[in-house]
Nanobody
Framework: QVQLVESAGGWVQAGDSLRLACVAS????????VGWFRQAPGKEREFVGA???????SYADSVKGRFSISRDIAKKTVYLEMNRLKPEDTALYYC????????????????????WGQGTQVTVSS
């Protein structure tokens, strides 16, 4: 079992950068892959990016080249670095984790994830 807590989001202007952290607690953290998702008001939750157990990453086309995911295993933390933010990035951001074997690639399917953080709001003004 793992518990996830996202760092505080924020209110930024278009073009700014913001880094979110997803801190995990619990057993066997190294067995988990982590994904980031977001949900804007009135819209479905959508995939942002993910990092596999092996460290491979995958991103949604809408954020590719602007967002990046990294991790610090010793700190049990996965980061979502968001650059050149746009108003359309405004959403509630969630991190999620799933237990996988080492060779499984990152997943963009939210149903693959068993554990979710509480979400953190990111608002980008134009």
């Amino acid at each position: 079992q793992v518990q996830l807590v996202e760092s505080a989001g924020g209110w930024v202007q278009a073009g700014d950068s913001l880094r979110l952290a997803c801190v995990a607690s619990g057993h066997s953290y190294s067995r988990y892959a982590v994904g980031w998702f977001r949900q804007a008001p009135g819209k479905e939750r959508e995939f942002v990016g993910a990092i596999s157990r092996a460290g491979g990453t995958s991103y949604a086309d809408s954020v590719k080249g602007r967002f990046s995911i990294s991790r610090d295993i010793a700190k049990k933390t996965v980061y979502l670095e968001m650059n050149r933010l746009k108003p359309e990035d405004t959403a509630l951001y969630y991190c999620a984790a799933r237990s996988t074997i080492l060779t499984v690639p990152p997943s963009s399917d939210s149903s693959d994830y068993n554990y979710w953080g509480q979400g953190t709001q990111v608002t980008v003004s134009s």
